[in-house]
């Protein structure tokens, strides 16, 4: 089936300094890719949609130049949160469109900023 | 615009027992649906989903649902709980003609034996 990655599963950062996460559809090409962000014990909140070779869309309310996403290839999304504060901290989760109209979930990513 | 809602924010059931989930929605065009779980720190993993075609679809671990144009619901359901079932479900829909999913709230689900 369809296979998500995300890297890295946890990470742990200083306030202030920028966060790479990686989204890899492993076994299809996937020209659009999406980024979620989920607090505890809620919902997923689309943060933006990623499209392969163009700029991403973003939700209302999210700040594209602190939540840079960049989709360089048919596999590969990154979102990148700049300049990181402590109310940063969540769950990020990517998906990619595969086929048959539906998205696959990568396993998430989660941020502590400290 | 869409809209999801899933009634009752946690659901217990006793290890044997029938499991239902309920999801309504709100969708302008035909939608699609679809139910996803979610284990604690794990991404979200599609259960099932109904896009055209026959109204009852069956999915993984032996839940299925039912789209009820009428009522405007596609509630989930698995006749014998596992304890492994326990884990947060979430509904969501897409209009036919766009990519984002919108979901609900989640429904907690507990199996108790």
């Known amino acids: 089936g369809a296979v998500v990655s995300q890297h890295p599963s946890w990470v742990i950062c200083k306030s202030g300094t920028s966060v790479k996460i990686e989204c890899r559809s492993l076994?299809?090409?996937?020209?659009?890719m999406f980024w979620y962000r989920q607090f505890p014990k809620q919902s997923l909140m689309l943060m933006a949609t990623s499209n392969e070779g163009s700029k991403a869309t973003y939700e209302q309310g999210v700040e594209k130049d602190k939540f840079l996403i960049n989709h360089a290839s048919l596999t590969l999304s990154t979102l990148t949160v700049t300049s990181a504060h402590p109310e940063d901290s969540s769950f990020y989760i990517c998906s990619a469109n595969g086929g048959q109209e539906t998205q696959y979930f990568g396993p998430g990513t989660r941020l502590l900023v400290l | 615009a869409q809209s999801v809602t899933q009634l009752g924010s946690h659901v217990s059931v006793s290890e044997g027992a029938l499991v239902l989930l309920r999801c309504n929605y709100s969708?302008?065009?035909?939608?699609?649906l679809f139910w996803y779980v979610q284990y604690p720190n794990q991404g979200l993993q599609l259960l099932l989903k109904y896009t055209t075609g026959a109204t009852l679809v069956k999915g993984i671990n032996g839940f299925e649902a039912e789209f009820k144009k009428s009522e405007t619901s596609f509630h989930l359901t698995k006749p014998s709980a596992h304890m492994s079932d326990a884990a947060e479900y979430f509904c969501?829909?897409?209009?036919?003609?766009?990519?984002?999913?919108?979901f609900g709230k989640g429904t907690m689900l507990l199996v108790s034996p």
């Open positions: 969501a829909v897409r209009d036919s003609g766009y990519s984002t999913l919108t």
């Open positions: 969708s302008s065009v035909p939608p699609y």
């Open positions: 076994d299809f090409q996937a020209t659009t």
